[in-house]
């Protein structure tokens, strides 16, 4: 079955650094997901991706944010200024564009720990 | 505002039935789906409800009740390996939107 992967599984930074969280979607999906959920805490929306903009994001998505589809697979999702409390799972999502029930399909997430 | 209610957790037997409720109050409605997590692991999709009733899936069934703000998951044979956080997410906020928005997730644990 197709599956959404994500890269690195893990990332450990300092504070300030920048970093990247690469995603690969599922082939034939139009729209692309970035969630993070924070230890112990909820699965929450950061943004959403489609025809190569984003459409929608949340307050967290703020200026230190940034997502990107360089080519025709990769989605990525760049924090210029890590701060501690960037420290949350990070999934991947996608799904197809025919209808708006369509499953969202999640990564296995990219763990990042700043310190 | 957006709310998604769950317990926070539950227990049950193997081989025995379980169902966990979800009630949410958001500004908009685009379906509700429902997600299983293992700890450290990516919310695998179980089922997606947006007409009022009951869609059943093998050992799984989700139901949805639009005018009460409800649904629940039902989940049948319980087996260890059901054991994980069910997370209730909601389309909806507005018209356009996208997003999902979750609930903090039910942890079931199987005991044998």
């Known amino acids: 079955e197709p599956e959404v992967t994500q890269t690195p599984s893990h990332q450990v930074t300092q504070m300030g650094q920048e970093v990247i969280l690469r995603c690969v979607p599922i082939?034939?999906?139009?729209?692309f997901y970035w969630y993070r959920q924070i230890l112990g805490q909820k699965v929450e929306f950061l943004v959403s991706?489609?025809?190569?903009?984003?459409?929608?994001k949340s307050e967290i998505f703020d200026d230190q944010f940034s997502v990107e589809r360089p080519d025709g697979s990769n989605f990525t999702l760049k924090i210029r200024s890590t701060k501690l409390e960037d420290s949350a799972m990070y999934f991947c999502?996608?799904?197809?564009?025919?209808?708006?029930?369509?499953?969202?399909?999640f990564g296995e997430g990219s763990w990042l720990t700043v310190v | 505002g957006q709310n998604i209610d769950q317990p926070t957790e539950m227990t049950a037997t193997e081989g025995a039935i379980v169902q966990i409720n979800c009630t949410y109050q958001?500004?908009?409605?685009?379906?509700l789906f429902w997600y299983q997590q293992h700890a450290g692991e990516a919310p695998t999709f179980l089922s997606y409800?947006?007409?009022?009733g009951l869609e059943e899936k093998g050992r799984f069934s989700s139901f949805l009740s639009r005018s009460k703000g409800y649904s629940y998951l039902l989940l049948k044979e319980l087996q260890m390996k059901d054991s994980a956080s069910y997370l209730c997410?909601?389309?909806?906020?507005?018209?356009?939107?996208?997003?999902?928005?979750f609930g903090t997730g039910t942890r079931l644990q199987v005991f044998p």
């Open positions: 958001t500004s908009g409605f685009n379906g």
């Open positions: 999502a996608s799904r197809t564009g025919i209808f708006s029930g369509n499953t969202i399909y």
């Open positions: 409800n947006v007409l009022d």
């Open positions: 082939s034939n999906h139009l729209y």
């Open positions: 997410a909601v389309r909806g906020g507005s018209y356009n939107t996208d997003k999902l928005i």
């Open positions: 991706f489609y025809n190569n903009e984003i459409s929608e």
